[in-house]
C-alpha cells in the first residue's frame, strides 16, 4: 500500500495508511468468530453473511456488525484485535 494515494486507487477515500487506521479493537469473542469466520474461507462482503454468521452460531460477530456496520466493513479490511489485549498493551482503561 506504500505510495497509494486516491489518484492511484481510483478512489475519494484517503488509503489506510493515509488515515492512519489499523485493527480494529473488538470484543474477544468477535475477534474470535471473525478469525474463524476468514479461516474458513468465508466471503465476509458477501451477501448473506449475516445468515452465515448466524447458520455458524457466530452470534457475537452478528450482533456486532449490526451494531457497528461501519467499523465490521473496517475490520474486515484492515483486521481485528481482541479489545481486552488491545486495552493492555496500550495503557487502555
Request: charge should be negative; glycine fraction near 10%; charged fraction near 30%.
Amino acid at each position: 500500500m506504500t505510495g497509494e494515494t486516491a489518484e492511484t486507487t481510483g478512489s475519494d477515500e484517503p488509503t489506510a495508511e493515509r488515515r492512519g487506521d489499523g485493527p480494529v479493537a473488538v470484543p474477544r469473542q468477535v475477534h474470535c468468530e471473525l478469525q474463524t469466520l476468514g479461516q474458513m474461507g468465508v466471503d465476509p462482503f458477501e451477501e448473506g453473511i449475516l445468515d452465515t454468521l448466524d447458520r455458524y452460531n457466530f452470534h457475537a460477530a452478528r450482533e456486532w456488525a449490526l451494531d457497528n456496520p461501519d467499523r465490521y466493513v473496517r475490520a474486515v479490511r484492515e483486521g481485528t484485535v481482541d479489545e481486552t489485549f488491545a486495552e493492555t498493551t496500550t495503557g487502555g482503561d
